[in-house]
């Protein structure tokens, strides 16, 4: 029997880069090797977004086209969403009665978001609970591991510890779950702060020229190299975080810059054909998917089929060990 691996991804709309190596390649990888799952986690989304859901379906399905878009193969990998798989709740309650509060409040992610997020009121139980659903989200599939970026490192050790926990209390029943990061480079964004679509500093999956030229043309670059036969800083120039991904000879390209043999618009240019090349096929393969309505559907639809049916199979050994 093949191990299981089981993710999910907020449904926030559009994929770009930062998701790509942070966390899709990753999935991409594990599908021959594993038995994968790969979950939109609508009802997470829910926990921020409770004042607006107007877009949250709608994301859903764009985030699943890039996923195929990415190489997730719907013939390998069960691709579904959380909201259409009823034991995420159920498992969620039943875990909530034995997570310590103090765990809860102690989630770096917790603390962090609480003082960054300025626009909503976040003070509610489902945004607490926010790790115990993505527990509930692992658990219910017997995942044996979890590919995750570096973010969600303090979540999967909240939900090693609810394993424990449970398994403690009733026997063992649950698998206790590994992360996998990702090996890739961080990819920053165009203005050299952690890639995020609410800074609009993205560039996206399938980007076309025009998204490209212009995402590349404001890249931050080293201040101090003003004119082209400056010597550079490579560390912390977007462009060069960007040579390191797309171009072999990044090490050639790390020595040219520091001797002031290149000036950044040339360097620039570079990067700009490389990324067109790496995403004509992805935004020709993109365009081809969201054309499809009726087959992300039906792709969605088998998907939380097949979820449920594992996401059953577990709550009923839940069930029978908590003796209900
Ligand atoms: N919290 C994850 C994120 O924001 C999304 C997520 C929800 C998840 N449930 C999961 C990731 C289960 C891994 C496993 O990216």
Redesign the pocket.
């Known amino acids: 029997m093949k191990k299981k691996v089981?993710?999910?991804?907020?449904p926030t709309g559009r994929l770009h880069l930062g998701h790509y190596f942070g966390a899709l390649k990753n999935w991409v990888e594990l599908q021959d090797e594993y038995e994968c799952y790969y979950?939109s986690?609508d009802w997470?989304a829910l926990t921020t977004d409770y004042a607006d859901t107007s877009k949250i379906n709608d994301n859903t399905f764009e985030m699943a086209a890039d996923w195929i878009t990415a190489g997730i193969e719907p013939e390998k990998s069960v691709i579904f969403k959380q909201s259409e798989v009823p034991q995420h709740s159920e498992l969620f309650l039943i875990l909530s009665m034995l997570t310590p509060l103090g765990w809860l409040y102690r989630c770096p992610t917790y603390k962090e978001q609480l003082t960054e997020i300025k626009n909503k009121d976040l003070h509610n139980i489902g945004f607490l609970g926010?790790p115990v659903?993505?527990a509930a989200?692992?658990l219910l599939y017997m995942a044996d591991i979890?590919p995750?970026?570096e973010?969600?490192l303090a979540?999967l050790e909240m939900t090693r510890e609810i394993t424990r926990r449970f398994n403690n209390f009733y026997g063992n029943v649950l698998t206790e779950p590994q992360a996998k990061l990702t090996k890739s480079a961080r990819v920053p964004g165009t203005d050299a702060r952690k890639m995020s679509k609410s800074y609009g500093n993205s560039v996206f999956l399938g980007e076309d020229d025009d998204g490209i030229k212009k995402k590349v043309q404001e890249m931050y670059t080293d201040p101090l190299k003003i004119k082209k036969n400056d010597a550079g800083h490579p560390d912390g120039c977007v462009v060069f975080a960007f040579h390191k991904i797309f171009n072999k000879d990044f090490e050639a390209r790390e020595r040219e810059c520091k001797a002031g043999s290149i000036g950044c618009v040339a360097c620039k240019k570079q990067i700009m054909e490389m990324l067109s090349v790496f995403m004509k096929p992805l935004a020709e393969k993109r365009a081809a998917v969201i054309r499809d309505k009726a087959y992300l559907e039906r792709v969605i639809k088998e998907g939380t089929e097949r979820a449920r049916e594992a996401a059953s199979s577990t709550m009923t050994k839940v069930k029978k060990a908590l003796k209900f």
């Open positions: 089981l993710s999910g991804m907020r979950m986690a997470h926010y659903l993505q989200d692992i979890v995750v970026g973010d969600q979540h």
